[in-house]
Nanobody
Framework: QVQFVESGGGLVQPGGSLRLSCVYS????????MGWYRQAPGKQRELVAV????????NYADSVKGRFTISRDSAKNTVYLQMNSLKPEDTAVYYC????????WGQGTQVTVSS
């Protein structure tokens, strides 16, 4: 059974930084490309960052390129999202999942960017 548990969200001022973590279970996930997704109130869920199974290639949505960095530590079954220069429009619930999604979604972690 595949599970994803996200953490690290919180309230931060514009220009600040946060580091999100996602611990996953299920051996198959170690071989999957992984993504960080976000969903803001009243908006559809969007994919913001992807990392390949081996961790060698990453891709980002234009809205976060140059500010967010996705990484993974397969030994720890963990995917990270380092978020810098945060903007109010980054406010959302952030989720990790396979890319494309695989199995059930976790509960996500809330990120709020506000002064």
């Amino acid at each position: 059974q595949v599970q994803f548990v996200e953490s690290g969200g919180g309230l931060v001022q514009p220009g600040g930084s946060l580091r999100l973590s996602c611990v996953y279970s299920g051996s198959i996930v170690s071989h999957l490309a992984m993504g960080w997704y976000r969903q803001a109130p009243g908006k559809q869920r969007e994919l913001v960052a992807v990392i390949t199974g081996g961790g060698g290639t990453t891709n980002y949505a234009d809205s976060v390129k140059g500010r967010f960095t996705i990484s993974r530590d397969s030994a720890k079954n963990t995917v990270y999202l380092q978020m810098n220069s945060l903007k109010p429009e980054d406010t959302a619930v952030y989720y990790c999942q396979g890319a494309p999604p695989y199995g059930s979604w976790g509960q996500g972690t809330q990120v709020t960017v506000s002064s």
